[in-house]
């Protein structure tokens, strides 16, 4: 098998190709740093994705606060977190950075507010 | 009216304004920055993905996240912020200049300063700026505007949309749009390559089965009250194939077609602008043509990257503070925009110092090279391995490399792109 795709690690954007017999060895090659290795591997595996998004809070001036994950999350579990946060309420103050929920469905990763509202 | 001294006034606290400021302050001057809105980070606010940062602070931020830290540094300076301000005028007698500010919580402001840095960013391209046809329903917004409101406001501009301009601006709402349950129907790009970076239509298109139609236009706008739907024209080498019209329906489009430098009050002033950029026309220093008055970040030149408008403003704050301890500038000769080159910031260089430059080109193409003249003798040479008009092109020539000048020539310094 064999995939031609960009990688999305930053905005260098290489064209990179994975090649595969069976998905324990998949050889990734045209990337510019280790980062395209990793990239490669889960896209074929199992594609992430960082998440960004915005949750209700009873703020006096601010109508949603900015959260982001603290890193990537496997895709199917975009739309479930997405269903989550948009359910949520949250009470002032925040600081950039408090964990708005902890170790989302065992991955390790947490989503944080990426602002502070103090009022 | 109130009254206040200061050594300099930055107009805009996003984070051309902030770091300009902070640069100043940092040198010991009385530093006033004049926000419009209710908090200071500007465009940064409503930017809530990632990717800010990575040159700057060596991390990945949303943006608000990146302007927060610019925030926590102003507020523990001796910067002196006025919140819902919008500065109207600017009078000059002598050195000195006078700018009047309006406020709702303070009425009408004038400040007294030595030096006005304009820092005030840049307004969106709007339906009037491309010339759609059609009738005149509600649902089209500016990309920018629909972003704000998802964004910061809490509502949803539409529920099955169509955005026009395939920006990074128009690729990270389409992502935007579908993630908080709308349905983006299409992305209509006018040229025959995407305009945004690839790993946006990777991760912001492509995730979600967006099409991505290139070489194609609104033809019309349909509805009475709401958008229905819209028309879209093929091209075929710039030429619209009407009889391949097709229709979406669509409650909502957004509009992503580009930014242009907010230059009202600079314009209103007197400067002159460039006609490529529409910002004013700057020396090495980034100073204007009025003695004393600067520009930096988005009002200068549409920037791609905060980190770059940082870069740039940071340095306006030095030079600025330089024109404040009354150091006299060497001279300064200009530099134009060669082959392949649509516009160079700054117009004028100095042989004797340092000079940082930063351009767009015309071309799409792998493996270029950036060549430098004057007076017909190459100063620099640098390869490029691919550039695209959307991406901003950065490079320095460092003091004293210019070894040419001559007094029967015009010492004009020429960038090429080749």
């Known amino acids: ?33 280790p980062r395209g290795i990793v990239y490669g591997r889960e896209e074929i595996l199992s594609p992430k994705r960082v998440v960004t998004a915005t949750i209700n809070i009873n703020s006096s001036w601010l109508g949603r606060l900015p959260v982001m994950t603290t890193g990537t999350i496997p895709k199917g579990m975009i739309d479930s977190l997405l269903n989550k946060i948009y359910k949520m309420h949250l009470d002032v103050p925040i600081v950039r950075d408090d964990i708005i929920i902890k170790d989302i469905e065992n991955t390790g990763i947490d989503l944080i507010a990426t602002r502070s509202v103090k009022t | ?16 304004g902030m770091a300009a400021a902070l640069e100043v302050s940092r040198r010991g001057f009385t530093v006033a920055v004049a926000e419009r809105e209710n908090s200071m980070g500007g465009i940064l606010n409503q930017c809530i993905h990632n990717g800010f940062g990575l040159h700057h602070f060596k991390e990945e931020l949303s943006g608000p996240a990146y302007a927060e830290k610019f925030i926590d540094m102003v507020e523990t300076s001796n910067i002196e912020v006025f919140i819902d301000m919008t500065v109207m005028d600017i009078e000059e007698t002598g050195d000195l200049k006078y700018a009047y500010g309006l406020s709702k919580l303070t009425g009408m402001i004038k400040f007294c300063v030595k030096t006005v840095v304009f820092a005030n960013g840049c307004r969106e391209r709007n339906r009037g700026s491309i010339g759609t046809p059609g009738t005149r329903p509600s649902g089209v917004f500016t990309a920018g505007l629909a972003q704000r409101l998802v964004n910061m406001e809490g509502y949803i501009p539409g529920k099955e949309c169509v955005i026009v301009g395939s920006g990074d601006i128009g690729l990270i709402m389409a992502r935007r749009m579908t993630w908080v349950g ?59 194939q009407k009889d391949k019209t097709f229709n979406i329906k669509c409650d909502s489009l957004l509009l992503a077609v580009g930014l242009v430098p907010d230059n009202e009050l600079i314009q209103k002033i007197g400067i002159s602008i460039n006609p490529e950029t529409n910002g ?139």
């Open chain 2, 1 to 16: 009216m109130k009254e206040f001294k200061f050594d300099t006034l930055v107009i805009g606290g996003g984070s051309a």
């Open chain 2, 182 to 240: 709308a349905k983006v129907k299409a992305v209509i790009e006018i040229q025959s390559y995407p305009a945004g970076l690839t790993r946006n239509i990777v991760q912001c298109l492509n995730d979600f089965d967006i099409p991505l139609y290139l070489s194609h236009v609104v033809g019309e706008i349909h509805g009475k009250d709401r958008v229905e739907s819209i028309d879209v024209i093929p091209l075929k080498k710039g030429i619209e």
């Open chain 2, 280 to 418: 004013p026309i700057v020396d090495r220093q980034l100073m204007t043509a009025k003695n004393g008055i600067f520009a930096c970040g988005n009002v200068l030149h549409v920037h791609d990257l905060v980190d770059f408008v940082t870069e740039e403003s940071e340095r306006c704050g030095r030079y600025v503070s330089n024109y404040l301890d009354k150091k006299i500038p060497a001279e300064q000769f200009r530099s134009i925009p060669g082959q392949n080159v649509k516009y160079l910031v700054p117009n004028y260089y100095s042989p004797i110092n340092e000079n940082k430059f930063y351009l767009r080109t015309m071309v799409v193409k792998n493996r270029a090279e950036l060549i430098v003249k004057v007076n017909d003798k190459e100063i620099l040479r640098k390869k490029l391995k691919h550039i695209q008009p959307s991406e901003m092109i950065s490079f320095s020539i460092p003091g004293g490399t210019v070894d040419c000048i001559s007094e029967c020539r015009d010492n004009t310094l020429e960038v090429h792109i080749v």
């Open chain 1, 1 to 33: 098998m064999k995939k031609d795709m960009v990688c999305i690690s930053c905005p260098m954007g290489c064209r990179i190709t994975a090649e595969w017999e069976n998905e324990n060895d998949i050889t990734v090659t045209g990337n510019k740093c």
